[in-house]
């Protein structure tokens, strides 16, 4: 039972170019959503959320992108640069935070930026 | 100056021992996770505590058991290790208020033998 799902495990892009990752979640309950980023074998480190009261969210590269209607978001890295080469894992919510607060992570996709 | 630190990185050990993971965090968070992440790559919860106290606990078997001596330290348990107990676990903590993200630690891949 997936409830967040990222179909793509894979994607590769040319430096310069934007990389564009793709989230689906199935829980309507969701109401907070986080991308994460995570090189071999180190944990995965936060990098941009977006809360269901709002559709866009914008961090220096990074955006994320959030359709509530077709319970999709996206993440956009512009321009993509060869570090950026990890596995970015999407993750959702549906708590307010505090001590029940609890991820649910789809699969990850390796994004690979090709100097 | 690491922020999440789990020990050991690696471990090896044959079916049906006890073995023990421990986590620190020095960020001050109030509350800690366990992770595991399997050999299809979902993270999922396991465990979480706040100020030493069990908050979450995910249908995970008894086997496991976590204890937080104190709210900067949670470490992990596990008895009677079975072949599919084979993952990377990772440790987590955050703030308890707001939605602060997850801080993880690098991680600690066990595989049962």
């Known amino acids: 039972d997936q409830q967040v799902k990222q179909n793509s495990p894979s994607l590769s892009v040319q430096e310069g170019r934007i990389s564009i990752l793709n989230c689906d979640y199935t829980?309507?309950?969701?109401?907070?959503f986080l991308w994460y980023k995570k090189y071999p074998a180190e944990g995965p480190t936060f990098l941009i959320s977006?809360?269901?009261?709002?559709d866009k969210n914008e961090d220096g590269r990074f955006t994320v992108f959030l359709n509530k209607s077709a319970k999709h978001l996206s993440l956009h890295i512009v321009p993509s640069q060869p570090g950026d080469s990890a596995v970015y894992f999407c993750?959702?919510?549906?708590?307010?935070?505090?001590?029940?607060?609890?991820?649910?992570f789809g699969k990850g996709t390796l994004l690979t930026v090709n100097p | 100056d690491t922020a999440v630190s789990q020990t050991p990185k690696y471990l090896v050990t044959q079916m049906g021992n006890d073995k023990s993971i421990k986590c620190e965090q020095n960020?001050?968070?109030?509350?800690m996770y366990w992770y595991k992440q399997d050999s299809k790559k979902f993270l999922k919860i396991m465990f979480s505590?706040?100020?030493?106290?069990?908050?979450i606990n995910e249908t995970v078997p008894n086997r496991f058991s976590p204890k937080s001596p104190d709210k900067a330290h949670l470490n992990l348990h596990i008895n009677s290790l079975e072949l599919g107990d084979s993952a990377v676990y990772f440790c987590?903590?955050?703030?308890?208020?707001?939605?602060?993200?997850?801080?993880f630690g690098n991680g600690t891949r066990l595989t049962v033998t």
């Open positions: 960020l001050g968070h109030d509350t």
């Open positions: 993750a959702a919510s549906p708590n307010s935070g505090g001590s029940n607060y609890k991820l649910t």
């Open positions: 977006i809360s269901s009261i709002k």
């Open positions: 829980n309507s309950m969701f109401d907070y």
């Open positions: 505590y706040n100020n030493k106290e069990l908050i």
């Open positions: 987590a903590s955050s703030q308890v208020t707001g939605r602060s993200p997850l801080h």
